[in-house]
Nanobody, 121 residues
Framework: QVQLVESGGGLVQAGGSLRLSCAASGSIFSIENMGWYRQAPGKQRELVATIGSGGSTKYADSVKGRFTISRDNAKNSVYLQMNSLKLEDTAVYYC???????????????WGKGTLVTVSS
């Protein structure tokens, strides 16, 4: 089994910054894609950013230029630096990781429990 634990959420004023962290642990041979999704109240979960094992990144249009995703493969961790936060960034942020438990095993997606980010005016 694999566990993902997020940290770094909290309350911040509009225009401020937060850095989210997510660490994976457990039966891990390798991790393919890692990333962040978010779910605002009353809305569906949406992609925020992803990063491949080689470092290629993808961002939602709404966060381009403000958020930066990065990863530390040695620590099985992914990060999300969030700058110029807006009220509409308020949501629960979930990290995920596509984990291969063995060299020949399948890649399975695992999710964290989420961390709340609240942006106030």
């Amino acid at each position: 089994q694999v566990q993902l634990v997020e940290s770094g959420g909290g309350l911040v004023q509009a225009g401020g910054s937060l850095r989210l962290s997510c660490a994976a642990s457990g039966s891990i041979f390798s991790i393919e894609n890692m990333g962040w999704y978010r779910q605002a109240p009353g809305k569906q979960r949406e992609l925020v950013a992803t990063i491949g094992s080689g470092g290629s990144t993808k961002y939602a249009d709404s966060v381009k230029g403000r958020f930066t995703i990065s990863r530390d493969n040695a620590k099985n961790s992914v990060y999300l630096q969030m700058n110029s936060l807006k009220l509409e960034d308020t949501a629960v942020y979930y990290c995920y990781a596509g984990v291969q438990a063995t060299r020949v095993g399948p890649v399975v997606d695992y999710w964290g429990k989420g961390t709340l980010v609240t942006v106030s005016s």
